[in-house]
């Protein structure tokens, strides 16, 4: 069986997203893929598709989606009132839908984007092996763009297997922004010795604030200002940018890079969101307050591990 | 570190391998190198090998891979290069491009700029073979240097809200070709009919860094056929 989804309201910004599309990036393709890869990989987990299936991801105002089968859906991240055919349904866990069930987003509650999840995934074809949606670019996704109201979303063939619960540790996987700064940890970037000495400490001084210029690509912050060691040069020679990397205009305002961050770049690098707090980073929306913490890389890792044998064991439970 | 490179973490999930910082062929030559033999390692949780003018950089899965093992090779790799494998062995690509006009709507400004004819600029520019250093910025957006000065123009002032698919264009010592519809501040001296980039071919971009590329003025009526070949389907390119 494979079937269709249709969208009724778009939401803000909906766009299909998986994994990544990983390997490209030396013929310039954008990485992109979902920006809180913890809640999408949860929500798909919870209702039964194997790891790097394509989920939709939701930012600040939620569609309404309308199921022509029966499905389960799991909506993790970003908390919302959800309710199917006007009846509320729990954040972070999996939920049936069937012919004709609409699934409508409401007031968002707590953090910026969700992965919405529906058993058998969504089809659309894959482009250089990711259905990851970069917009700019107009590649992979439904079209290569935001979903609208009329799109019709093939489905894939769902796993036969009942609803999901998980224990209760795995809610402690999603992190969202509570009441106040978040605490983000970073670890001193590439370029670190361009700036002036002080710099980290600067950078860990206050609480920078997540400006209405944040977007998929990158989050432009606002706060202190980070200045380069007058000795060097503003800017660096191009090259790579990754996930998570805190670049610094010669305004010394930081952008973080996000999911659909262009491949290369000539801003030099003070630090790096440890990838532990990507999601959590994903989660900030305009005007959220945001503290920066130095981490050490091992115990960076030792959080992405600790993280990691949760989600393993979720997916575990999904396959069985 | 050694041989004039140094390795870098970046984060808990890139490795920057650098060699010293300037634009040159046989600094990005190194770097290439050293790409394609750490693709060569496959190393279990390598994600991405994306080298630029003078570095490497190696993204990972830090859970599915054995760092401290990766770092020991790049260490090695760096001191022992392979001199054979200095040698270029990017392919010869050139580029047909219709110059001026409204496909290059900023070609008389880079004369005037230039002092020179509109002519002058395009034999300039179409005279060189120019090196692929690196892709970035856009699918397919290859860096291509180095320019003459004499035509070497600054970027706009004001960069364009569209800049269409094809456009030839020059940055200072850079040119480069557009491969999509974009915003865009480089000088626009021309358009080629060539898909630089589409992810339906078994290579979808057609420069790979390493690569040497010429471009081949071309006239209005070739350029008209060729772009109608190509939107019926017919283009190979």
């Known amino acids: 069986m494979s079937g269709t989804l249709s969208v009724i309201r778009p939401g803000l910004l909906t766009t299909v997203q998986d994994g990544g599309r990983w390997g490209w990036q030396s013929s310039g393709v954008p990485v992109s893929g979902a920006m809180d890869p913890v809640s999408h990989r949860l929500?798909?987990?919870?209702?039964?598709?194997?790891?790097?299936?394509?989920?939709?991801?939701?930012?600040?105002?939620?569609?309404?989606?309308?199921?022509?089968?029966?499905?389960?859906?799991?909506?993790?991240?970003?908390?919302?009132?959800?309710?199917?055919?006007?009846?509320?349904?729990?954040?972070?866990?999996?939920?049936?839908?069937?012919?004709?069930?609409?699934?409508?987003?409401?007031?968002?509650?707590?953090?910026?984007?969700?992965?919405?999840?529906?058993?058998?995934?969504?089809?659309?074809?894959?482009?250089?092996?990711?259905?990851?949606?970069?917009?700019?670019?107009?590649?992979?996704?439904?079209?290569?763009?935001?979903?609208?109201?009329?799109?019709?979303?093939?489905?894939?063939?769902?796993?036969?297997?009942?609803?999901?619960?998980?224990?209760?540790?795995?809610?402690?996987?999603?992190?969202?922004?509570?009441?106040?700064?978040?605490?983000?940890?970073?670890?001193?970037?590439?370029?670190?010795?361009?700036?002036?000495?002080?710099?980290?400490?600067?950078?860990?001084?206050?609480?920078?604030?997540?400006?209405?210029?944040?977007?998929?690509?990158?989050?432009?912050?606002?706060?202190?200002?980070?200045?380069?060691?007058?000795?060097?040069?503003?800017?660096?020679?191009?090259?790579?940018?990754?996930?998570?990397?805190?670049?610094?205009?010669?305004?010394?305002?930081?952008?973080?890079?996000?999911?659909?961050?262009?491949?290369?770049?000539?801003?030099?690098?003070?630090?790096?969101?440890?990838?532990?707090?990507?999601?959590?980073?994903?989660?900030?929306?305009?005007?959220?307050?945001?503290?920066?913490?130095?981490?050490?890389?091992?115990?960076?890792?030792?959080?992405?591990?600790?993280?990691?044998?949760?989600?393993?064991?979720?997916?575990?439970?999904?396959?069985a | 570190m050694s041989g004039g490179a140094t390795i870098v973490r970046a984060g808990d999930s890139a490795i920057v391998v650098r060699f010293e910082e300037r634009i040159d062929p046989s600094i990005n030559a190194r770097a290439l190198q050293l790409g394609k033999r750490v693709a060569s390692w496959a190393t279990t949780g390598v994600r991405d090998i994306v080298p630029a003018f003078h570095s490497v950089t190696v993204h990972y899965d830090p859970i599915r891979t054995n760092v401290q093992h990766l770092v020991e090779q790049l260490e090695r790799a760096v001191v022992a290069e392979e001199p054979e494998g200095m040698a270029d062995s990017g392919r010869s690509i050139e580029i047909p491009v219709c110059y001026g006009d409204d496909l290059g709507p900023d070609l008389s400004a880079v004369a005037s700029w230039a002092n020179m004819s509109a002519t002058d600029v395009v034999a300039f520019h179409s005279a060189r073979a120019y090196r692929v250093y690196m892709l970035g910025f856009l699918p397919g957006f290859s860096y291509l240097g180095t320019v003459d000065e004499r035509i070497a123009v600054p970027r706009l002032a004001t960069p364009r809200v569209h800049v269409p698919a094809g456009s030839v264009a020059i940055a200072g010592p850079q040119t480069g070709v557009y491969p999509l519809d974009t915003p865009g501040g480089w000088h626009l001296i021309g358009r080629t009919p060539l898909l630089m980039f589409d992810a339906s071919r078994s290579r979808p971009s057609l420069l790979a860094a390493g690569d040497t590329v010429t471009f081949r003025p071309m006239n209005r009526t070739e350029y008209d056929r060729f772009s109608g070949l190509r939107d019926r389907g017919h283009g190979t390119c």
């Open chain 1, 43 to 319: 929500a798909n987990a919870l209702v039964g598709n194997p790891p790097g299936s394509a989920t939709l991801e939701v930012t600040l105002l939620g569609p309404e989606l309308e199921f022509h089968d029966d499905r389960l859906v799991a909506v993790c991240g970003a908390e919302f009132e959800i309710s199917v055919n006007g009846n509320g349904m729990p954040p972070q866990s999996a939920f049936p839908v069937g012919r004709g069930s609409r699934c409508r987003f409401g007031s968002r509650l707590r953090g910026a984007r969700a992965s919405v999840a529906i058993s058998g995934g969504i089809a659309v074809p894959p482009v250089l092996g990711s259905r990851a949606t970069h917009v700019t670019t107009r590649m992979g996704g439904y079209e290569g763009r935001a979903l609208v109201a009329g799109d019709t979303l093939p489905l894939g063939k769902p796993s036969e297997r009942e609803r999901l619960d998980l224990p209760a540790s795995t809610n402690a996987l999603v992190r969202l922004p509570a009441a106040g700064p978040t605490t983000v940890r970073v670890i001193p970037g590439p370029h670190a010795d361009r700036f002036e000495e002080n710099a980290m400490a600067v950078l860990q001084s206050a609480p920078y604030t997540v400006t209405p210029q944040s977007n998929r690509m990158g989050y432009r912050l606002e706060g202190a200002a980070l200045r380069s060691a007058p000795t060097r040069a503003s800017f660096a020679l191009s090259e790579a940018t990754f996930h998570g990397a805190l670049q610094v205009p010669p305004n010394g305002q930081p952008i973080v890079l996000m999911a659909d961050r262009q491949t290369t770049g000539g801003y030099p690098v003070l630090a790096v969101v440890a990838a532990a707090d990507i999601g959590l980073t994903a989660q900030l929306a305009p005007g959220d307050l945001v503290m920066f913490e130095h981490c050490t890389e091992q115990d960076a890792v030792s959080s992405l591990l600790a993280q990691e044998a949760l989600l393993i064991a979720a997916e575990a439970r999904g396959a």
